[in-house]
């Protein structure tokens, strides 16, 4: 079983920054696509970013694009989000998801993200 353990939520205002990190703390994990996803208040859960096994490769949902930055540290198989000009509607709880390949993957347990006007 693959635990990821995320961290870096918190309250901030509009305009902040904040800075997610997700390791998958499993010794001896082999590397994973990784992302995040969120799901704010009456939500559904829906895709913000994604970053490939290697960290080559990147993608972002249009509503992220140019204030968001995922990056990956392979060797300590560590992911993260860096968020800039924060957005109330960007309020939510945070998930990380590992990706092995089409029928495993894994999730956080989420963090929560609060920006206030």
């Known amino acids: 079983q693959v635990q990821l353990v995320e961290s870096g939520g918190g309250s901030v205002q509009a305009g902040d920054s904040l800075k997610l990190s997700c390791a998958i703390s499993t010794p001896g994990a082999t590397r994973s696509a990784m992302g995040w996803f969120r799901q704010g208040p009456g939500k559904e859960r829906e895709f913000v970013a994604a970053?490939?096994?290697?960290?080559?490769?990147?993608r972002y949902a249009d509503s992220v694009k140019g204030r968001f930055t995922i990056s990956k540290d392979v060797a300590l198989n560590t992911a993260y989000l860096v968020m800039n000009s924060l957005k109330p509607e960007d309020t939510g709880v945070y998930y990380c998801?590992?990706?092995?390949?089409?029928?495993?993957?894994?999730w956080g347990q989420g963090t929560q993200v609060t920006v206030s006007s």
């Open positions: 998801h590992a990706v092995y390949s089409k029928t495993v993957d894994y």
């Open positions: 970053i490939s096994a290697s960290g080559s490769s990147t």
